[in-house]
């Protein structure tokens, strides 16, 4: 039997995940996993989003600084507002791809077997995210932003762009499933990446995924959140656990906590809006 608590939680995180379709069998889908089981499918979502951190802006040496295109991309003026939007931990949500905002679950990832319907391959086999150059804006088309995109390793302290590439990074021949020029340069450079990050004798581990599509990183991470959740939650009253809790400050009256995950961060939500994590997530 599952307290109020998880129970609330389990209500916040499941309304908080952009599902589709969008309706009443999908929730249900979502009703009745497990918290293991759904905090894969949240946390596997909320990877794709990059938490709002003040963030340094390192250009890896693979960038050709030399290419035209590139070059021009590096300079141009919408470029600079991005890189100041990362600099200064502002949201750079509206920068991502539609998918990422609005394909967060899917239960026919399960029901044809297809594991990649909501999941973005680039980052769960790369760890690269992509960003436009122009913010999505919910009353322009979102036609009007720009075909390069910035690839970029992203972590809770840097920014670290690969490559500047066109949407036809993502496309492959239906037929010979060949590669085209820019999924060609994508695959090189992130080849060339992982070649240079070995030490002499050493191996590379790709990233490793799961049947379902998820990365480990996730999987486990769900298992450690629940896991955390399951062993302190009955103690969310208790006196000896409060005052581990609040060991810099007074225990307030009826502090009312509330598990709640803040990016991808596991923590306790006080009343006062005070926040004490748990575990750290990837961004």
Excluded: C
């Excluded at 596991?266 to 994590?277: E, P, R, S, T």
């Amino acid at each position: 039997m599952e307290s109020k608590t998880i129970r609330r939680f389990r209500r916040e995180i499941i309304e908080d995940l952009p599902s589709f379709p969008n309706n009443r069998e999908t929730k249900s889908t979502l009703d009745s996993k497990t918290l293991t089981e759904l905090l894969i499918d949240y946390l596997a979502w909320k990877t794709r989003l990059v938490t709002p951190r003040k963030r340094t802006i390192i250009i890896n040496p693979e960038v050709n600084l030399n290419d035209t295109q590139t070059s021009n991309i590096l300079n141009s003026h919408e470029y600079l507002i991005l890189k100041e939007s990362i600099e200064n931990g502002e949201d750079v949500t509206p920068y991502l791809s539609l998918k990422a905002l609005q394909e967060g679950y899917s239960p026919t990832s399960s029901e044809n077997g297809n594991s990649w319907v909501a999941k973005d391959f680039t980052l769960n086999v790369m760890n690269l995210y992509h960003f436009h150059l122009l913010p999505y804006e919910k009353n322009k088309q979102h036609s009007t932003r720009t075909d390069d995109l910035i690839f970029a390793k992203v972590d809770k302290t840097t920014f670290e762009i690969i490559g500047v590439f066109d949407h036809s990074v993502f496309k492959k021949d239906a037929d010979t499933h060949e590669l085209n020029s820019e999924r060609t340069r994508l695959y090189r450079t992130w080849d060339n990446i992982i070649e240079s990050s070995i030490p002499d004798g050493g191996v590379y581990n790709q990233t490793s995924l799961t049947m379902s599509g998820h990365t480990r990183e996730v999987v486990h991470s769900a298992q450690r959140y629940s896991s955390t959740i399951q062993e302190y939650d009955l103690k969310l009253g208790d006196l000896d656990f409060l005052k581990l809790l609040y060991i810099d400050s007074d225990i307030p009256n009826n502090p009312n906590l509330q598990w709640h995950i803040n990016g991808t961060d596991l923590g306790l939500l006080d009343k006062m809006n005070n926040y004490y994590i748990f575990h750290h997530g990837k961004n």
